[in-house]
């Protein structure tokens, strides 16, 4: 597990010059730790065009208004943790179990819903239905005593960091002729705007998907987006995983490892996943299998300000987290922290397609992680655990210094792609 990171060190600790030490907290991130558990799906409330708010104090409270809204309208298919984060209702997933576990397991009421195997991430996943009368925090522990030697955790639901909606499944793009890609997505699905038509291939990881979603969409045409709306890497191929479709439980931890696992399999260099939620097991062992591979993962700091709790997938170690600045070059007042921000990118005005005929501009910073994404993928077009430490040191002397001299916590090595959304 700690091979990724000890050769992502090593290709630091060889390069020459000033950029060494930009770098080496970069690269050297993913420190590789496998934990285990997994759930099932989501699809998120829409999040508004405008700003989430200007005045700091209250982006914890709309958080937590996302998330109570989210519940109430689901509570077939979904309830909190015992964090106060969503998660699929009634479900524990575990991984490093044996059929001697599974057996224990249901002797104590925990019966087995599936098994299955994540192909990409060598990701074997158990399962588990929560015994009748008991909730979903008190039923984690439970497992989890019960099953020391594996990784339990519940299927948490995560949030898109930028603004949602769905729209109608004729927007849907046609499926792409087979290409070479290097850029993976996952988010909700991509609408047919010419920006992209005809350059992503896409697939369903939740009930109803691939369905076609203003987020996914602007996000897409922010990548690799030509035309009317140009992207960081435009005109490359975009591998799509739609882990929401019309699924009130998507966008789970679990669909997000299949996602995973199938980009993997495609051989995608770079992810981007602007989505935000809470650290859970099946997530970090599913990032961290991707990282060994080779993959490098993009993601937002979300928009709950920083007050708000570190938004994962962006604070796992190994994931460039990024962050939104107006066009004054001013961090987003609702941009999360996370529990590091390697660079910034424009997060506000961003000009974007959202559906099959139609663009805007957007604000959040889901639309300034593609724009990172697009970037490292030209740098960084095939996973090679050799060509990691060129790949992000390149991006590093790129970005524009921000905020304090050097890596700040704010701006992370600094602006990157500047002109791009529009400006």
Known sequence: MMRFATILLAAVCVMAGGADQRVAAQVALPQVQLPGAIRTVPSLPDIDTQPLISAGDRLPGVRLDRIASL?????????????????????????GVDSAMIARAAKDGFALIDRERIEGLDLDIARFHVPEGRNLARARKQLAKLLPDAEVDVDNIYFVSGPGGALPQSALAAAAPAATASLGLIDGGVA??????????????????PAASRHGTAVASLLAGTGTVRGAAAGQHIVSADVYGTDPAGGNASAIARALGWLVQKGIAVTTISLVGPDNKLLAAA???AQQRGMLIVAAVGNDGPAAPPAYPASYRGVLAVTGVDAKGRALPEAGRALHVDFAAPGDAVLAA????????????????????GRLALLYPAPAIDRIAPAISSLVMEARDMGKPGRDKIYGHGLICGSCGGR
Do not use: Y
């Open 71 to 95: 519940v109430r309208r689901n509570r077939d298919s979904i309830e909190l943790d015992e964090r106060g984060e969503p998660a699929v209702r009634g479900v524990l997933v575990a991984n």
């Open 287 to 289: 990032i961290a299998r």
């Open 192 to 209: 047919a705007h010419p920006s992209v038509a005809g350059r992503v291939e896409q697939r369903g990881f939740a009930r109803g998907a």
């Open 354 to 373: 959202t559906g099959v005929a139609s663009t805007d501009r957007l604000r959040g910073t889901s639309f300034a992680a593609p724009l990172v994404a």
